[in-house]
């Protein structure tokens, strides 16, 4: 598929629209960069493989960025996680279905109180501890419970908007 940097821009406003916590909204908006077509090495598949991706945020503190691609994981996860300075699709884990996924599994979310500690009961259900917490801090209360009370049945999510 021909894409240009327009289609691909439209495609990121759209998946904008989407998002309803506007602290992840903002926090993506502060990194997105306009769009611009690069080629990676695809490494899943026959050698020598390469494929265009489209460059739509970059995080430079972390040396990360976010692309769009139809090949490769692409269409069922076009939203990709990679390295600025590899010239390679990376592993299958970081590409999404959808912008927001990737953001929220990107460096640049892990500042934003956008994540909670849930405790699973034994009925199945599960119960929230602690909310709007930074990643760090999510993680550092999850072992400070699981430290406490000897059990492996806390877990860090992302909170619902």
Same mark, same amino acid.
């Given at each position: 598929?021909?894409? +240009?940097?327009? /289609?691909?821009?439209?495609?990121?406003?759209?998946?904008?629209?989407?998002i +309803?916590?506007?602290?992840?909204?903002?926090?993506?908006?502060?990194? *997105?960069?306009?769009?611009?077509?690069?080629?990676?090495?695809?490494?899943?598949?026959?050698? $020598?493989?390469?494929?265009?991706?489209?460059? =739509?945020?970059?995080?430079?503190?972390?040396? !990360?960025?976010?692309?769009?691609? /139809?090949?490769?994981?692409?269409?069922?996860?076009?939203?990709? *996680?990679?390295?600025?300075?590899?010239?390679?699709? $990376? *592993?299958?884990?970081?590409?999404f279905?959808?912008?927001?996924?990737?953001?929220? /599994?990107?460096?640049?979310?892990?500042?934003?109180?956008?994540?909670?500690?849930?405790?699973?009961?034994?009925?199945?259900?599960? +119960? +929230?501890?602690? !909310?709007?917490?930074?990643?760090?801090?999510?993680?550092?209360?999850?072992?400070? *419970?699981?430290?406490?009370? $000897?059990?492996?049945?806390?877990? =860090?999510k992302?909170?619902?908007?």
């Open positions: 598929m021909n894409r +240009t940097s327009d /289609d691909i821009r439209r495609l990121v406003d759209l998946e904008m629209e989407l +309803t916590d506007l602290v992840v909204q903002d926090a993506l908006k502060a990194i *997105l960069v306009y769009p611009s077509c690069h080629i990676r090495n695809w490494d899943w598949g026959k050698p $020598g493989e390469r494929y265009p991706c489209w460059m =739509v945020a970059e995080h430079k503190e972390s040396g !990360t960025g976010i692309v769009y691609s /139809d090949f490769g994981f692409g269409p069922e996860r076009p939203w990709g *996680l990679i390295f600025l300075s590899e010239p390679w699709f $990376g *592993l299958d884990s970081s590409w279905p959808n912008l927001e996924e990737a953001f929220c /599994d990107c460096h640049a979310s892990t500042p934003l109180p956008i994540w909670n500690v849930v405790k699973k009961n034994e009925d199945g259900s599960t +119960t +929230t501890i602690a !909310t709007d917490l930074s990643l760090d801090e999510a993680y550092e209360k999850r072992d400070e *419970l699981e430290s406490r009370f $000897g059990k492996s049945i806390y877990s =860090v992302r909170r619902e908007k």
